[in-house]
C-alpha cells in the first residue's frame, strides 16, 4: 500500500499519441498541464497533508474540485498549491475580504478560465452573502 501511496508518473498511449499520466493511490489523473513553474521547493509531508492530497487527486480523478477545510495553520492553501505544482498547473491564491464586488470576482473568474489555472480562496468566509448569490447564480 506505501508503494501505491506515492506520486508516479507515466506517459501512456493516448489517440493523439501519447500523454502524461499521474497515478497517486488509486487514482489516475491524465489531466497534466505541462505548465513550467520553477525549481521551487516543495512541500513537507506529514499524516494530514498525505491525506489531503490522496483525497484531492481522487477528486481530480472524478473531474470535480476540492474544498480543504480545517483550522488555522494546518496547510490547506500550501497542500492545495503542491497538488496544484505536481499536476503542473498554475495555482492563483485570491485573498478574500468583506467588500469584494461581482464585477472583480466576475473578472477573477474571466483570468482562471482564459488561462486554465486552478484558484486558491483564501478566507473564503469573508465574502458577503449577496456578492456570493449572485455567483452561485451565474
Known sequence: FFFKQKTAY??????????????????????YGYEYL???????????????YITLMGALKLNKGGAP?????????????DVAKSVAKQCVVF???????TELL??????LAASGAWACYDEFNRISIEV???I???
Do not use: W
Open 132 to 134: 456570493l448569490s449572485v
Open 69 to 81: 477545510a480545517g483550522p488555522a495553520g494546518t496547510g490547506k492553501t500550501e497542500t492545495t498549491k
Open 136 to 138: 452561485a447564480q451565474n
Open 38 to 52: 520553477g525549481n521551487s521547493g516543495r512541500l513537507v509531508i506529514t499524516p494530514l497533508t498525505d491525506k489531503c
Open 106 to 111: 466576475a473578472r477573477f473568474f474571466k483570468g
Open 10 to 31: 507515466e506517459i501512456m498511449p493516448s489517440l493523439v499519441g501519447s500523454e502524461m499520466c499521474i497515478r497517486d493511490s488509486n487514482a489516475e489523473y491524465r489531466g
Open 95 to 101: 485573498n478574500c475580504s468583506d467588500n469584494m464586488e
